[in-house]
């Protein structure tokens, strides 16, 4: 049985959710699994990332990575359950983008 860290699992789903915010393509389909995932509000709070991002320039990127994992990781204690499906969205990210690996 694999054991989940959920601190480390906000941080890696951060960390990607920082990377592709450049890449059209794969922000898209990372919006999409995680408005699944964990619901419409994440989606729309992805596209505002994405907006100050683009408009405060790259030196906004860690900030925003920081605010996720902040948010990921409060939601991962309210509902530890959705942990091995942001895992997974990670891993998908990663293998469909390989540089993500390293992110």
Do not use: C, K, N
């Not at 729309?44 to 100050?52: I, Q």
């Not at 906004?60 to 091995?84: I, K, N």
């Amino acid at each position: 049985m694999q054991v989940i860290h959920q601190p480390r699992v906000a941080w890696d789903a951060a960390r990607v959710i920082g990377r592709a915010i450049h890449d059209e393509h794969l922000f898209g389909w990372l919006r999409g699994e995680l408005g699944a995932l964990m619901g419409p509000a994440t989606a729309a709070a992805l596209d505002e990332t994405r907006d100050r991002v683009r408009w405060a320039g790259d030196a906004r990127l860690p900030v925003e990575t920081g605010v996720w994992r902040v948010r990921l990781e409060d939601s991962l204690r309210q509902h530890p359950d959705l942990a091995g499906g942001l895992a997974g969205v990670v891993s998908t990210a990663r293998a469909l983008r390989p540089v993500l690996a390293f992110a």
